[in-house]
């Protein structure tokens, strides 16, 4: 597409952004995280902000480049350290409930080569210094969006064959798409879009099985259920009532397991892009909750890393559902970033539940959580699972079963 295009495609995207993913509201003020490479929309995010009643826009510019030369060069004992400020920036937004929103387009292999060792204390010493700002995101007191742009580094890994302006178009394109930017009302197709997940969650809800049962290839897998766990999808509201989609694009209706009723085996599907390095063609086998046993053809030291950040790190916080028709799986490419291949297949992940997908959770202490099944952690890492192989059975309390996906694809109507 020409120039012209183009910039009426942004601005239609960050139209979607502000109106469905964040909903901003009057008043509030909007934290963005964004790579310096993405001045242009962040430049039309803020006008449209601001004409929406933001009171104000507040960027926080990143340079991935710069995390590379610290892995490079800096002291090893020097990757603990997290700035102060970073943290209360978010405290102060998280406390007055404003809304926030990270633009994710790192590039897959920002961090090839280096120590795992390295990136897991880098990793870990993150994770512990943001822990007390997670609760405004695992308990919906904020709305908040993740999005991605189609940068550079990211675009040649996607489309390596082509030279890098064409693999930016190929992927803008892309990411249009699965955002429905190029649809003629892309607010109204996300309204319905949203409306038919929330059908497919009221039906799970409805159903209440006590577990679900998946087979594929490499995988046979047990997942039970809390009593009181709800299934999320599309969008969700924050404790003072306003909607919100935090991820665009999303494809899935997600609940949380009971952190000790997983049993069975579970292989990978797809590619999993964990701190920019690459774990692929992985199995895990859970033994009353815990992975026991993990192998993968490629980065097997960061998956242990990854297994090993907490004690509870090696039990799964989220089941999600994902068809294999969904748009993102259709356009049949590895886009090597989660925000993306999640919604190409049905995922899990390891680590953290959210409170909300829980009945009365964010209302709970941590030990009440866990206790009702509940698993905490500093991680929580998505990796997929689905495929057009894939069955998966619901299970009723009674042991009788019915069909929830064959072949990848939904087996009810809702």
């Not at 902000?49 to 030369?69: C, F, H, N, P």
């Not at 998946?214 to 009532?241: C, E, H, M, Q």
């Not at 990796?383 to 939904?410: C, L, N, Y």
Request: net charge negative; hydrophobic share 40%; charged share 25%.
């Amino acid at each position: 597409m020409n120039k012209r295009e183009f910039n009426k495609m942004l601005g239609k995207y960050a139209d979607v952004i502000l109106h469905i993913g964040i909903n901003l509201q009057k008043g509030q003020r909007l934290a963005i995280y964004v790579d310096l490479q993405d001045v242009e929309l962040v430049r039309l995010l803020t006008i449209h902000a601001y004409q929406m009643g933001a009171s104000l826009v507040d960027v926080l510019w990143v340079d991935e480049k710069l995390t590379r030369i610290r892995f490079d060069h800096a002291d090893l004992e020097t990757m603990t350290i997290v700035p102060d400020w970073v943290i209360k920036r978010n405290e102060e937004y998280g406390e007055r409930g404003d809304a926030a929103l990270n633009i994710y387009s790192t590039d897959p292999d920002l961090l090839k080569g280096i120590d795992p060792e390295r990136i897991a204390i880098y990793r870990k010493s993150l994770l512990q210094k943001y822990e007390p700002t997670f609760k405004y995101i695992d308990n919906n007191l904020i709305n908040w969006n993740v999005v991605s742009t189609a940068l550079p580094a990211w675009a040649k890994k996607v489309f390596p064959d082509l030279p890098i302006r064409q693999a930016q178009e190929k992927l803008w394109d892309a990411i249009f798409k699965a955002c429905r930017v190029d649809m003629d009302d892309p607010v109204q197709a996300w309204k319905e879009h949203i409306h038919h997940l929330h059908q497919r969650c009221q039906y799970m809800e409805a159903k209440s099985y006590a577990s679900l049962h998946y087979r594929a290839p490499g995988t046979d897998l047990t997942v039970g259920f809390p009593d009181k766990n709800r299934w999320i999808g599309g969008s969700a509201k924050t404790t003072t009532g306003t909607e919100f989609v935090a991820n665009m694009p999303t494809e899935e209706i997600f609940t949380m397991p009971h952190k000790d009723k997983v049993n069975g085996i579970v292989s990978s599907s797809r590619p999993l892009n964990q701190m920019s390095t690459l774990i692929d063609n992985f199995t895990l086998t859970f033994e009353n909750g815990r992975v026991t046993k993990a192998t993968a053809e490629t980065g097997k030291e960061h998956l242990l890393k990854l297994l090993d950040t907490d004690e509870n790190a090696r039990q799964l916080g989220e089941v999600a559902l994902v068809p294999n028709s969904s748009p993102i799986s259709q356009q049949n490419r590895l886009f090597y970033n989660t925000l993306f291949d999640e919604n190409a297949a049905s995922h899990f992940a390891l680590g953290a539940a959210y409170r909300f997908t829980m009945e009365g959770g964010a209302e709970m202490t941590k030990d009440e959580f866990m206790s009702n099944g509940g698993n905490d952690s500093l991680i929580h890492t998505d990796f997929m699972i689905g495929s057009d192989k894939m069955d998966i059975d619901g299970i009723h309390q009674d042991g009788t079963r019915e069909p929830v996906m064959r072949a990848g694809e939904w087996a009810f109507e809702a």
